[in-house]
């Protein structure tokens, strides 16, 4: 497993050693894969499963939802940003990245339990769509933004980014938390690209 990536870890002091934040981060999933529910977690008990003191578990994290967002960032990897110089590409990686975390969601028991338990925790959840959620969401802005500029989307599209995130990204979240038994075939983020771009690509100029 790798180490935690979100940034939500307070650094501070001598340099980090990584083995202890993954064997923080595998103890608290092995605590929820055996039963445990967030709110049974306290810092001090993962402290003692992990076989670390409680203060080298707070010199890395600020406190529990700290952890627990570098936890779910361990069983869900964030997207890589693409510049291929191809447009309909990295559309297609940024869509099948959505695919993928769907199937692993519908295939990992773990990831249900830790997502449905974020979601009854208000605070939790708000600092997870604050981070998390709103990286990946930039980096689809982002590429819509460049899309614009290159000349590969119509000019007046760029006025609403957040639109055009939700459109190019709404068909295979629905399909994958709206629509649970629907399939989430190979080739669906490419199909659905190709649909969209049939839109919102340039129109021809008629000609003289």
Do not use: C, F, N
């Amino acid at each position: 497993m790798s180490a935690p990536g979100t940034g939500t870890a307070v650094r501070r002091g001598r340099p980090r050693d990584a083995a202890v934040d993954v064997r923080v981060v595998d103890t608290v999933l092995r605590l929820i894969g055996e039963g445990a529910s967030i709110a049974d977690l306290t810092m001090e008990g993962i402290a003692r499963e992990a076989g670390v003191a409680k203060a080298t578990v707070y010199r890395r994290w600020a406190g529990k939802d700290a952890l627990l967002l570098d936890v779910l960032a361990a069983i869900e990897p964030p997207p890589v940003a693409r510049r291929s110089g191809s447009l309909r590409d990295d559309l297609v990686a940024a869509v099948e990245y959505i695919r993928l975390r769907g199937l692993a969601k519908r295939e990992s028991g773990l990831m249900r339990s830790m997502m449905a338990q974020m979601e009854s925790s208000p605070e939790l959840w708000r600092r997870y769509r604050d981070t998390v959620v709103a990286a990946r969401r930039r980096l689809l802005t982002d590429l819509l933004a460049r899309g614009v500029a290159e000349g590969g989307i119509r000019p007046e599209l760029g006025g609403d980014l957040d639109l055009l995130a939700d459109m190019v990204a709404g068909p295979v979240l629905a399909r994958a938390t709206l629509r649970p038994d629907a399939p989430l075939p190979p080739d669906l983020a490419e199909r659905v690209v190709d649909i969209l771009l049939q839109g919102m690509r340039p129109h021809d100029r008629p000609r003289d």
